[in-house]
């Protein structure tokens, strides 16, 4: 919490007087985190259709970054793992919606929606690498592979 108080230039004591400990605290980040990304995934997808499910820009990358290291952090913290669940519930609903607006029929959409969600999730991590990242080029030609055969 020190370290932190440092970098936000404030007390120690000021931080754990408004979050109470820093358990909370990481709850409460990555409850604003999810809200983020909901609202930003959401907007790509309305903006870019089937390619704003991938990172478009630097910008989206550092989130798509920033969503695996929740997700990462949410294994080791129940209450993280909870919030980090509900937003890969999202996701998926987010991809159902799509299909349905693509036409593909009702009984098909979930199991489409959690396997693209697979695919999807794959794509993220390789796109977010280190080492070796994959280029958006080579990630958009997979991810319209992938759409397809269901008319995108």
């Known amino acids: 919490m020190r370290s932190l108080a440092k970098t936000m230039r404030c007390s120690a004591a000021s931080l754990m007087n408004w979050f109470e400990t820093k358990d909370r605290m990481l709850w409460l980040a990555s409850r604003a ?3 983020h990304w909901r609202f930003e995934l959401g907007y790509r ?4 259709g089937w390619a704003g499910f991938l990172p478009y820009d630097e910008r989206d990358r550092q989130l798509t970054v920033r969503r695996r290291i929740w997700s990462e952090l949410g294994r080791n913290d129940p209450r993280i793992g909870a919030v980090m669940a509900e937003v890969v519930l999202d996701e998926e609903s987010l991809l159902a919606d799509f299909l349905r607006y693509l036409g593909v029929s009702e009984e098909a959409v979930i199991a489409e929606a959690r396997r693209l969600h697979v695919f999807l999730l794959g794509l993220w991590i390789r ?3 280190v080492a070796e990242p994959l280029a958006r080029e080579e990630a958009e030609t997979i991810w319209r ?8």
Do not use: I, Q, Y
């Open 45 to 48: 997808v309305g903006t870019l």
């Open 127 to 129: 796109m977010t690498e």
């Open 33 to 35: 985190f999810a809200d």
């Open 145 to 152: 592979a992938l759409g397809g055969p269901l008319g995108v």
